[in-house]
């Protein structure tokens, strides 16, 4: 786990909204997660688009914008972001999302929201119990911690409360 701290380390220790993101520069998934005292709650998710024939600068101001007004209207008191990976057969697709993660991450640090990065074999492990769990087996498990009638939809949106979950069970391992 790799903490990027910009408040107070007991606002880490004992958060009580997660923000959870799944960065991508076509849609962003957000998720916002709260503790309490029956466990998480799901309380807000949905996706933060851009313009596809929009130019770069355009389309990374736009996820910019839109994590900016999550973050004014839900107030989290830290940010999990997935961590940006790469794969031989689409390497444009890591540069692409480093893109629209940079914007975010720097969302957060002016608006002095700590982030936490975790990699997407660390959420799969923690949600699911295995590092390779498909898209199917993440959006039933978490449909299943959250004790919900339906999946998640789209993928995007169960991704970031698959990250919001992760750093919520960490905490709770940590402090056991």
Do not use: W
Not at 55 to 67: F, K
């Amino acid at each position: 786990m790799n903490l990027n701290s910009t408040t107070d380390d007991e606002e880490l220790r004992n958060p009580t909204r997660f923000l959870g993101i799944d960065p991508g520069l076509n849609r962003t998934g957000y998720a916002l997660l709260e503790h309490s005292l029956k466990g998480p709650v799901l309380c807000e998710g949905g996706i933060i688009r851009s313009t596809q024939e929009s130019n770069l600068a355009n389309r990374v101001h736009e996820i910019a914008s839109g994590i900016r007004e999550v973050i004014d209207e839900y107030r989290p008191d830290v940010m999990v972001i997935e961590q940006v990976f790469t794969t031989p057969k689409f390497p444009k697709s890591s540069i692409i999302m480093a893109h629209a993660r940079g914007a975010i991450i720097y969302v957060a640090h002016e608006a002095t929201v700590p982030v936490v990065h975790y990699t997407p074999t660390q959420i799969k492990r923690l949600i699911t119990g295995s590092g390779r769990a498909s898209k199917e087996q993440m959006q039933h498990a978490i449909k299943t911690e959250l004790g919900l009638k339906t999946i998640l939809e789209p993928n995007d949106v169960a991704d970031a409360f698959a990250a919001a979950l992760c750093h919520y069970h960490t905490i709770r391992i940590a402090c056991i």
